[in-house]
């Protein structure tokens, strides 16, 4: 048995692929028989206490930023949150700090872990190019602790080969990167989906950040939606984020707003709900480090339309269980989406190309990679 903790740069109630990969990973990896807590940033609205009989914590990690305020502010509140990781070092015991996507959370797990003289491992989530918020541009602080913990770290990892690549501009090796692929859980329990969707419907769901590209989905759905044989046919947005409003708008300026459905935020049970009710799915992320939603679409046995620009192609074939796309080309995104929609016959065979892929990505095995990297790094020396 190992003690874990897996340190969070976010967690429940807060969505996303980083939440949902840590939530699934905890309890795969308790029922696997180790000793696992849960270490998430907190950022105001941490309510738990446990997850699924998980101990949460919910730890400061203040930063300081160039104005005399705010290193001000840092040098108050720094004292405290120290204290608060050294009282869950020594409440927790862990063997090993795990950290899952580094933000504030690295650079105070990097420093537990020295301190404690524990072996720590790096989880990579494509947040070093990612982040709605560029965070790593702006961030000198970010990029030199960062830099410092791949050097120390025993173990990294990364979602995909293409994401572990970005790695090498902060003097890491790509080829020193373990992948470790998301997963995703064939038999979670699906419910209804929200209320007043249109019969037939393309989804495209997520994060409503920039990067996540749904301003080229509603450009791409504009260009075919006036078509005679789609008109019956309408876009559905699932998610919140900054990007809300502004697609909003662009949906009116393109002459669609009566086709387009803003569903907000969903419940787990409700997003695989509105999946399995959709006709495709849309990921036309301008960068997608992995793609969960892509599993998510093969689990509803539906056809999947993916970006081509990240992991994707790397686990992904395209016309067997994916058609990938150019988020940079709304006309092509336009007509891969039309040509789905159009061929029940292809689209079916999507849906079938991706149901049976679904086995080779489920959270136990997730859990079972990282098991084997605790197995060979705990023992391993603390710089």
């Known amino acids: 048995m190992t003690k874990v903790a897996l340190v969070a740069s976010s967690f429940l109630p807060r969505v996303g692929g980083v939440e949902e990969h840590v939530a699934n990973v905890a309890v795969r990896l308790r029922d696997r028989g180790h000793d696992v807590v849960i270490w998430a940033v907190d950022q105001g609205d941490g ?19 160039r104005s005399l305020g705010g290193l001000l502010r840092f040098a108050r509140e720094l004292p405290d949150a120290r204290r608060a990781w050294i009282h869950a070092l020594r409440g927790d015991r862990p063997d090993v700090l795990h950290v899952q996507c580094y933000g504030p959370n690295g650079i105070y797990a990097d420093w537990l872990a020295r301190r404690g003289r524990l072996p720590l491992v790096y989880s990579h989530h494509g947040e070093t190019f990612a982040d709605a918020d560029g965070a790593f541009e702006v961030s000198a602080l970010l990029r030199t602790r960062l830099s410092a913990t791949l050097e120390r770290a025993v173990a990294v990892t990364s979602v995909s080969r293409w994401a572990a690549r970005d790695l090498e501009r902060f003097g890491f090796a790509a080829d020193g990167v373990r992948v470790v692929y998301n997963g995703v859980d064939p038999d979670e329990p699906v419910g209804p989906p929200p209320p007043g969707l249109p019969d037939r419907y393309v989804l495209g769901i997520g994060r409503l950040a920039r990067n ?14 006036h078509e005679p044989e789609l008109r019956g046919v309408g876009l559905v947005i699932g998610g919140d984020g900054p990007e809300a409003a502004a697609l909003t708008e662009l949906a009116s300026e393109s002459g669609i707003a009566d086709r387009v459905t803003m569903v907000g935020r969903l419940a787990r049970p409700q997003v695989g709900g509105v999946i399995r009710s959709a006709a495709q799915l849309v990921v036309p992320s301008r960068v997608e480090a992995f793609g969960i939603a892509v599993l998510e679409g093969w689990r509803a046995g539906i056809p999947v339309l993916a970006t081509n620009h990240g992991g994707p192609p ?5 016309g067997v269980d994916v058609v990938l796309i150019d988020p ?12 789905v929609l159009l061929d029940p016959a292809d689209a079916a065979a999507l849906g079938r190309g991706g149901a049976a892929r679904l086995r080779e990505f489920t959270w136990d095995s997730v859990a079972e990679a990282y098991e084997r990297l605790y197995r060979t790094t705990i023992t391993a020396p603390s710089s």
């Not at 790397?314 to 395209?318: G, I, K, V």
């Open 47 to 65: 309510t738990l206490r446990e997850h699924h009989g998980i101990r949460v914590r919910y730890l400061p990690c203040p930063l300081p930023n």
């Open 328 to 339: 940079d080309d709304d006309a092509g995104v336009a007509e891969a989406m039309r040509r």
């Open 212 to 225: 996540k590209g749904f301003d080229v989905l509603v450009r791409a759905f504009a260009h075919i939606a």
């Open 314 to 318: 790397e686990f992904a074939t395209d």
